[in-house]
């Protein structure tokens, strides 16, 4: 196992995200005030406050380092094997005939404690 060493965060940081959470609830704000505006104007102002938002957040120096664990993610989910068609049919077929027995057997089991205790509590 291997430590990481961190990179010191910068006090210009705090400014950033405090910027950036600025950019983000005003895309939330121009939402609810140019309600009754054009569609084309609003969605434009949302998309660029939610952009400028962004790209200040991944500024940061926990952004920058997000940002690279979301591309070593994206690499890594490319190597993955995924099943083909038939297996994903032949695991899920297997599955639902494993969970049917199960079920049944939960089933008998609860029938006989009821059985069970019924017999022990009703006096006839």
Do not use: C
């Not at 965060?9 to 983000?24: P, R």
């Not at 790209?55 to 099943?83: D, H, N, Q």
């Not at 077929?93 to 022990?120: E, H, P």
């Amino acid at each position: 196992m291997t430590v990481q060493e961190q990179a010191p965060t910068s006090s210009f940081d705090a400014i950033k995200w405090i910027l950036a959470v600025v950019a983000l609830a005003g895309a939330v704000y121009a939402n609810h005030y140019l309600v009754d505006g054009s569609v084309l104007i609003r969605v434009g102002v949302i998309i660029a406050l939610v952009a400028i938002g962004l790209g200040i957040g991944f500024s940061t120096t926990k952004g920058k380092t997000g940002l690279a664990f979301a591309k070593e993610s994206r690499i890594e989910a490319r190597k993955v094997v995924w099943p083909s068609r038939n297996e994903t049919v032949q695991t899920t077929l297997i599955i639902i005939v494993a969970v049917t027995i199960v079920s049944l057997l939960l089933w008998g089991i609860d029938a006989l404690i009821v059985q069970l205790i019924n017999f022990l509590t009703v006096r006839g």
